[in-house]
């Protein structure tokens, strides 16, 4: 993915200026900075859901049209998880029903079609998600923890090549958290997916992303974390008085 010269206006606000950043392939980039920074809109509008105000933006080798329109052949390599995934009550939509969904391109879907290969993906994306156990519960019955991993299955029960994740993490506990980041990145690993991940975990970033963006309405910095989370640059995007944090490994 690359992006040049990218404003989104809110309200009449500019709340994401001119910025400019590429994705290597297979990569795994973090885009953090404080809360209103704007990243939750730069990530819809690199996906076409939010308008530009300007700036080009390609995606799989492919430009976003001018209201946002990819390819059905482009669109089907992208995965996106929302900040939020509200569901109200005793949604009446099974794990695997749900997982079943992202098995179909975009387009016209045909449910008497791929049946038994569906199925077949259906069991192996939850396998592989330590979510087998769960093909039968409602989507609106899962834990926290649980449902993250179920969107990881949607995602992975059909070859996908880029993954947008809003915040993914929000919400888990410690543990939970780290298991999610674990399976994030051998799935990563396996499938070869390129991830753009917004996330205010910074000692997770530095851990394991390869490219930091620091946004806070323009990009303020760039580059790997060990640049990109340095206490100066952190100190220039959250304020002075954030302390910058450090794991010092020894021996
Ligand atoms: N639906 C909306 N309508 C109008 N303005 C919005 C909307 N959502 C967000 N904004 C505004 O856009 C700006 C950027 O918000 P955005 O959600 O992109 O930031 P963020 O960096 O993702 O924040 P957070 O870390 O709190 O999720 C903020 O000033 C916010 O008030």
Not at 243 to 249: E, I, K, N, R, S
């Amino acid at each position: 993915m690359r992006v040049e010269n990218l404003s989104v206006r809110r309200d009449g606000q500019l709340v994401v200026d001119g910025v400019n950043f590429e994705l290597l392939s297979e990569s795994d980039t973090a885009l953090v900075g404080p809360n209103g920074a704007g990243k939750s809109s730069l990530v819809a509008a690199v996906l076409g859901l939010l308008p530009r105000q300007k700036g080009q933006v390609w995606v799989l080798g492919h430009p976003l049209g001018p209201a946002g329109e990819l390819p059905h052949s482009v669109r089907s390599q992208i995965a996106y998880l929302p900040q939020t995934f509200a569901l109200q009550g005793r949604f009446p939509l099974s794990v695997a029903e749900f997982v079943a969904f992202g098995f179909d391109p975009p387009g016209p879907r045909l449910p008497w079609r791929n049946r038994s290969k569906r199925h077949e993906a259906v069991l192996v994306a939850l396998a592989r998600t330590g979510s087998s156990n769960l093909g039968a519960k409602l989507l609106s019955e899962l834990s926290g923890g649980e449902l993250k991993r179920v969107l990881l299955a949607f995602c992975v029960v059909r070859p996908r090549k880029l993954l947008l994740l809003d915040e993914a993490q929000a919400g888990l506990d410690a543990p939970a958290s780290e298991q999610f980041q674990e399976l994030l990145l051998q799935l990563r690993r396996q499938e070869g997916w390129t991830v753009l991940q917004v996330s205010h975990d910074l000692e997770m970033v530095r851990r394991s992303c390869d490219q930091v963006l620091c946004l806070n309405r323009y990009l303020r910095c760039s580059g790997p974390p060990t640049h990109a989370l340095s206490a100066k640059s952190l100190a220039e995007l959250y304020g002075p008085n954030v302390v910058a944090y450090q794991h010092q490994h020894h021996g």
